[in-house]
């Protein structure tokens, strides 16, 4: 039975403050340049994906570590939250392994407000979980959480701090190390980059993000893709190919550049890593996007550039894996001086949800079960130097399955979490993921984050599924999404 709906805030508990953006001095993604009103503010830039930092020493891989900072190699995590700073643009520096912005473009430093990364941890000695932040701008909350031994990685979208660096930080339930990856797939700009007096064309602009469905477009079971495979997904006027169908759920244009996937990979026969593209890779790819280990299924949202053919490719690196692919978002170019589709990057992520709290309920969700979010008054929060950003389309946040347990004490449970928006499509609730998650035991409570871009229905209302057993479950929101 469905609960209650639960509005988001409680008056008292959450300081409207909170929430709000960086005044025009410190890059206002919509300060108005000269000769237009919005420019490129919120537009998001994705390129193809590189990696631009990775702490490990491997013989067999010699362009390795990348980009290494002090203290050199593996990273030390524990309880008092170890940090390393890294940096993020990489513009105009020649002693810069791997810079992912090309200098001959003009591109400056504060003409970024934003960078959509994929954050690994590798092989960590003790359980624990990573956090990330502008440099010089602390912030509590988690990137993603990961057992001893588990690689395990995360998109996010973070801001540049002090000097363009990013902070990374890592904690452990005891001392140990963990090397750290870091891949770039693309930058939000700020309303000053390329200005009136600048931009020719709406080509050399950035793209909209535009929230769809949620729907999937692809799914290979029973069937496998093998080691070393390749597989290419159309994507510029796909259909979900399970109910509710959805026709061109991605328009077929030229115009769309990009698009925002969940990519869930579904038991492989051995370890391996998921890595999504634009054209096909030669040789093995440099960059991944999802790491699983044999047998298990782990989903990641990935921002994926579209090939000049309309498609994207997921490469398998080992064994025989089961892929699914939910369209959640695709990127359009081209688009006008409106609002709709802009990203604006909170200053640091907010908690806006956490149902292991009394603010928040204090109940897990259970089998089969579905409850409503209001975010009405999350949205009308969000401002930039006091003035509201106004109608919002959806958001983009870090989803996290905290705890599951069981339904019955002698059955073990697996199940998985579904956000959309309420009233469903066609009536129907989507059949997409959004994380998928084991039981969690004493001794480790097997938490599982993954970015989510959740789309808002009409009255700015969400609806969150929990297939089996009782979950709890947090949202810590990184971006919004404007609307017209």
């Not at 993000?209 to 290419?232: A, H, M, S, Y």
Request: net charge negative; proline share 9%; charged share 15%.
């Amino acid at each position: 039975m469905k609960r209650p709906l639960r509005l988001l805030f409680v008056a008292g508990l959450v300081s409207v403050s909170s929430v709000i953006l960086p005044s025009a001095p410190a890059g206002a993604p919509v300060a108005s340049a000269a000769g237009c009103t919005l420019c490129a503010g919120g537009e998001y830039h994705p390129i193809a994906p590189v990696r631009i930092f990775d702490s490990r020493t491997l013989e067999a891989v010699p362009e390795l570590p990348i980009n290494d900072v002090a203290p050199l190699g593996s990273k030390p995590l524990g309880a008092s939250n170890p940090s390393f700073d890294l940096q993020l643009l990489g513009i105009d520096d020649p002693e810069f392994e791997n810079p992912w912005v090309p200098t001959d473009e003009g591109i400056q430093a504060d003409d970024i407000l934003a960078v959509a990364v994929s954050v690994t941890v590798i092989s960590p000695t003790v359980r624990g979980y990573m956090g990330a932040h502008p440099t010089g701008s602390p912030s509590d909350t988690s990137v993603l959480n990961f057992g001893a031994g588990q690689t395990v990685a995360n998109l996010t979208i973070v801001r540049p701090g002090t000097g363009g660096e990013l902070t990374l930080w890592l904690h452990g339930d005891a001392a140990g190390s963990a090397d750290v990856a870091v891949d770039v797939y693309g930058w939000i700009s700020t309303s000053g980059y390329l200005g009136a007096d600048d931009v020719e064309s709406a080509d050399e602009r950035g793209g909209r993000i535009i929230p769809v469905g949620p729907g999937r477009v692809f799914d290979n079971r029973p069937g496998t893709l093998g080691p070393q495979g390749v597989q290419e997904i159309a994507i510029r006027g796909a259909d979900t190919v399970v109910a509710p169908i959805i026709t061109d759920i991605v328009p077929d244009s030229a115009d769309v550049e990009g698009v925002v996937v969940n990519i869930t990979a579904v038991q492989p026969t051995a370890t391996t890593f998921i890595s999504a593209l634009p054209e096909n890779p030669v040789g093995m790819p440099t960059t991944s996007n999802v790491n699983v280990p044999a047998g298990a299924i782990k989903a990641n949202m990935a921002m994926v550039p579209v090939g000049a053919d309309g498609k994207i490719r997921l490469y398998n690196h080992s064994g025989n894996v089961k892929l699914i692919v939910d369209v959640v978002a695709y990127i359009l170019k081209g688009a006008d001086e409106t609002r709709a589709g802009r990203v604006i990057p909170l200053t640091a992520p907010f908690r806006a949800l956490d149902t292991r709290q009394v603010e928040f309920g204090g109940v897990p969700l259970g089998p089969g079960a579905a409850e409503d979010w209001d975010f009405a008054p999350f949205a009308d929060s969000v401002s930039i130097g006091g003035v509201p950003v106004g109608h919002q389309a959806g958001l983009i946040g870090n989803l996290t399955n905290a705890k599951l347990t069981r339904q019955y004490p002698t059955v073990g449970v697996t199940s998985y979490l579904t956000v959309y928006p309420t009233p469903a499509v066609n009536g129907q609730p989507p059949t997409v993921s959004n994380v998928n998650t084991v039981e969690s035991v004493a001794s480790d409570p097997k938490a599982v984050p993954n970015m989510a871009l959740i789309r808002y229905s009409d009255d700015l209302k969400v609806r969150v599924f929990n297939y089996q057993g009782y979950a709890h479950y947090i949202l810590d929101v990184s971006a919004v999404i404007l609307a017209d």
